[in-house]
């Protein structure tokens, strides 16, 4: 079985974790899939947005518990299970590093590690019946690593509600808190993220790569700072032949002939 499918179309790149026997649970052998492919994906400039969803019943559960447990037990196994985890990390810092717009498609369940991956992702779309959850308390493993993406998406007594408590929200929660982006039913679901995808894959490429970067690194930054620095960024997307183009186009209110 391969763990991890790509399929491009209309330059768009669709990821699919496909161990659905495991509801997608983020093992080694899936991290390490999908930081591969990003990369390749990074590298790939006939690509402008990337979709991430799950096979069978649910996106993403979270990390293997069974494969954790394996590594506890074993005599390394505090290095095994930092290694696991800072596997992650770099998995999911690579989503936000990534040029490409990154949008999660969400049905079934998004759970621990599974939320996290919906949270670090720039945009997510879900299907009514979604629900999400950092429920590792209620086994006794506190979502910490989670806690760090689910805490700059949402306000933080309804994070910390959700890591203490274990409880999971409904897909319409998750969109009032800002987890997500928007809803649709099941059957329409590839249909709504495809067309979020469709219209900005129509947008000029190299000023949506040159936002995406802005928008990370300015959010890090004190007010003072990040205006100097984004200020210095829109200089930088004047400079673009194609830029001037748009803004020519539309002072002349006709399409813009982009390279």
């Not at 690509?47 to 293997?64: E, K, L, M």
């Not at 992650?88 to 369940?109: D, E, K, Y």
């Not at 429920?135 to 203490?164: D, Y």
């Amino acid at each position: 079985m391969t763990i991890l499918l790509r399929t491009d179309q209309d330059q768009i790149a669709t990821l699919t974790l496909n161990d659905p026997d495991k509801l997608n649970a983020l093992s080694v052998a899936m991290l390490t899939a999908l930081h591969a492919e990003l990369d390749r994906i990074a590298a790939d400039d006939a690509i402008r947005v990337v979709i991430i969803q799950g096979a069978g019943r649910a996106f993403c559960a979270g990390h293997d518990l069974s494969e954790m447990q394996a590594m506890r037990a074993s005599a390394v196994g505090p290095a095994q299970l930092r290694a696991l985890f800072d596997r992650c990390t770099a998995m999911m810092t690579r989503i936000q590093s990534l040029p490409q717009p990154v949008i999660a498609q969400v049905h079934g369940l998004a759970a621990a590690a599974g939320c996290q991956l919906v949270a670090t992702c720039d945009l997510a779309t879900a299907s009514v019946d979604a629900r999400f959850g950092v429920n590792g308390v209620n086994i006794g493993l506190f979502c910490s690593t989670p806690m760090v993406a689910l805490t700059r998406n949402i306000a933080a007594k309804p994070a910390f509600e959700m890591l203490t408590t274990g409880r999971f929200l409904s897909a319409d929660e998750a969109q009032h808190l800002g987890l997500i982006n928007r809803t649709a039913k099941l059957d329409n679901l590839t249909r709504d993220t495809r067309s979020l995808a469709g219209g900005i894959a129509k947008k000029l490429s190299t000023a949506v790569r040159i936002g995406k970067q802005a928008f990370y690194a300015q959010a890090q930054m004190p007010t003072a700072q990040a205006y100097a620095y984004t200020g210095d960024v829109m200089v930088q997307n004047m400079a673009d032949d194609d830029t001037a183009e748009g803004i020519a186009a539309f002072l002349e209110k006709r399409d813009p002939d982009w390279s």
